[in-house]
């Protein structure tokens, strides 16, 4: 009797588990197949199956641009985030570092922050120096949301480092530099490469600071799309919606596999 | 082999390590966060435009009738404002202060360009407002480099025009402390389904196989990974009046007229749940994986009833995770800006939709970053509370 109450109960617990799951999932992949539709419109069932859409979207020059401009700001985001992130990581799971709680505690900050309050503060200090509306502008805006990522992802590689193995280099006479780069950098390069994925995610995602600091020389997918959701809403936008999910999903996939490398590795 | 004296102790190597992120973020983000402080109490805008004017009113003390020097640079720095077709902006903030204020500017402005070299006297004679010794006490507060005119607007007070006193402004006016307790509510209203729908989530899922658990992460994961912008996208598309959820709640007669699911609060939190909901899981399903059956086991062979055992020897262990996940969630919630300006209607805008609103429509920096503050103020109390309840770093020895 105890046995099939508590059954009943526990079949009641995963059925609703898979409704919050599926609850999670399907608005994402629901509107995948739209952008293959072959009319304009944004429902099921499908009247048919086009491309149209995709070659609309791939010969627009607005959204090409639009693609390049995330693509030009998301690399270099990359590029100045992970050495910032990863050398302060480095200092910061240290046990003689002073202050460390604190001052990751300070750094991790600009995550929570209202986006809005970020882009604002800097929409004003970058016109100030004469850097609104300019790549350099973004660029910075966005490595200073994505750089809290690349410390989080490299100070949880680092937890699991023996920093022993380099002690152990210097003292059979390494040189500091390459006991660095023979010993410590092939062991924490997963993490510093999952820690580079996420800022390029964070940077490749982001609408509101484009919103706020680029001009219309540098509008990047997300903030094309913001734009065309309020204006018309056709396909198109689920093409790019599509491809964003694809990319996220991609580079997330090469994340998981570049943490499972970390985990073995230690 | 002596090796020779370190140039640097090993503590302040380190903290040359961390010097060039530290110094990063101070520059570009601890400066102009700060800095919006002093904005929202500063009024740079009208000097920029105006800045002989603002000079010559500030000199004046403010009593009786003012000095020639005032009207003529008055004259001069409204005609070159009207030249760049400025003068309007003076205009309008103005009339904050006296509406009689926005068409006396207005003609004088044209008047001066028409005319660079109008006397004192016809200036005085264009407006009676000119004439009014009070209209030009209230002009010369209107310049007024610094000002809490718009810290006391983000929370719905002012000052009197006569008495300088602070009073409440008209309820039609009164718009942010309204907006400060939809944001609360709505956070409130996000975290706690949030948490409904998470924590039997997790508990369910910590008690799967390997491969059973690996499938269901993905679904968290993979959504969680999609942008907030994708995902807004996603439920504007599919609440539409003819989309996706109307059109199948019709073929199914569950409801016979589309439902109003865009542009409403419902289709706002219904969204905006499904973008925190991993925020939420992860916490409590990290914790749940370190929290062992035996205890619960072992109170049940002692007698407890299952809810029993559950309510006294398994929920207070997984509160940690609870606590995090929730306060989180509430933090992120606060700031939302894209979901509610695609899914909301005007009654359903957040805090972040006036700091947006102000800064792109009305170009009044101040009242943004004096709105912002309000945020940013509430942000910081949850997240120091967050810090300390959650361990954010695991140091190793070395």
Not at chain 2, 161 to 187: C, H, M, N, Y
Not at chain 2, 281 to 287: D, E, G, M, W
Request: include cysteine; proline fraction near 6%.
């Amino acid at each position: 009797m105890a046995v099939r109450k508590r059954g009943a109960g526990n079949l009641v617990l995963l059925a609703v588990a898979w409704l919050v799951l599926i609850f999670l999932m399907a608005p994402v992949v629901a509107i995948i197949p739209l952008s293959f539709n072959s009319e304009p419109f944004l429902t099921y069932p499908l009247a048919g199956f086009s491309l149209r859409w995709y070659a609309a979207v791939f010969n627009s020059p607005e959204w090409m641009n639009a693609l390049k401009s995330s693509l030009i700001v998301g690399i270099a985001t990359v590029a100045i985030s992970t050495p910032l992130g990863t050398l302060a990581a480095f200092a910061l799971v240290r046990r003689k570092m002073p202050q460390a709680q604190l001052f990751m505690g300070i750094l991790m900050l600009p995550m929570a922050m209202p986006l809005v309050v970020v882009a604002l503060a800097l929409y004003i200090f970058l016109t100030r120096i004469g850097l609104a509306n300019s790549y350099t502008g973004l660029i910075l805006a966005h490595t200073v949301l994505a750089t809290p990522f690349v410390l989080v992802s490299v100070t949880a590689t680092l937890a699991g480092f023996d920093f022993g193995l380099v002690r152990a280099a210097s003292s059979l006479g390494a040189r500091p530099w390459v006991a660095f780069r023979r010993v410590t950098l092939p062991l924490v390069m997963p993490g510093v490469a999952t820690g580079a994925v996420f800022a390029f995610i964070t940077s490749w995602d982001e609408v509101v600071v484009a919103l706020f600091v680029a001009g219309p020389g540098q509008r990047t997918l997300p903030r094309q799309m913001f734009a065309g959701l309020r204006e018309h809403l056709d396909p198109s936008i689920m093409v790019v919606a599509t491809i964003m999910i694809v990319i996220s999903v991609l580079l997330v996939g090469l994340g998981f596999v570049l943490r499972r490398r970390a985990a073995r590795t230690n | 082999m002596a090796t020779p004296a370190p140039f640097l102790s090993a503590r302040g190597k380190l903290v040359l390590l961390a010097l060039p992120m530290l110094l990063f973020m101070l520059l570009f983000f601890f400066i102009p966060v700060g800095s919006l402080l002093v904005r929202a109490v500063q009024d740079p805008e009208l000097g920029a435009i105006a800045p002989n004017l603002q000079r010559e009113l500030r000199a004046w003390d403010g009593q009786g009738t003012p000095p020639d020097s005032v009207v003529l640079a008055l004259r001069d720095d409204l005609a070159a404002a009207q030249k760049d077709r400025r003068a309007a902006i003076v205009a309008k903030r103005a009339a904050e202060a006296d509406p009689k204020l926005r068409p006396a500017i207005m003609d004088a402005a044209k008047a001066s360009l028409a005319d660079p070299q109008l006397s004192v006297q016809a200036v005085l004679n264009l407006d009676p407002v000119w004439r009014d010794a009070a209209c030009w006490t209230r002009l010369r507060d209107v310049f007024a480099p610094f000002t809490d005119r718009y810290l006391l607007s983000a929370l719905d007070l002012k000052r009197d025009r006569d008495t300088q006193e602070i009073v409440k402004v008209a309820p039609d006016q009164a718009i942010f402390l309204a907006t400060l307790q939809r944001t609360l509510g709505v956070s409130l209203a996000v975290t706690l389904i949030c948490l409904l729908l998470a924590y039997p989530l997790a508990y369910v899922v910590v008690r799967q196989g390997p491969v059973m658990q690996a499938l269901m992460l993905t679904f968290v994961m993979l959504p969680f990974w999609t942008s907030i912008l994708v995902r807004s996208a996603a439920w504007l598309v599919l609440l539409q009046t003819h989309g996706v959820v109307n059109e199948t709640l019709m073929s199914l007669s569950i409801i016979s007229e589309p439902l109003k699911l865009v542009y409403s609060r419902s289709g706002t939190i219904l969204a905006m749940v499904h973008i925190q909901l991993p925020f939420t899981f992860l916490p409590i399903y990290s914790v749940m994986k370190s929290v062992p059956d035996s205890y619960v086991r072992a109170a049940q062979s002692l007698g407890a009833k299952p809810f029993y055992a559950f309510r006294r020897i398994y929920l207070p262990q997984t509160l940690p995770g609870v606590a995090a996940g929730c306060l989180l969630t509430f933090i992120l919630c606060l700031g939302y800006y894209i979901t509610p300006a695609l899914l909301g209607g005007p009654a359903d805008q957040l805090l972040s939709y006036y700091v947006a609103y102000y800064l792109n429509q009305e170009v009044n920096w101040s009242m943004a970053s004096a709105v912002a503050l309000m945020l940013l103020v509430v942000t910081l109390v949850i997240y120091t509370i967050y810090a300390r309840f959650v361990p954010v770093l695991r140091q190793v020895e070395g």
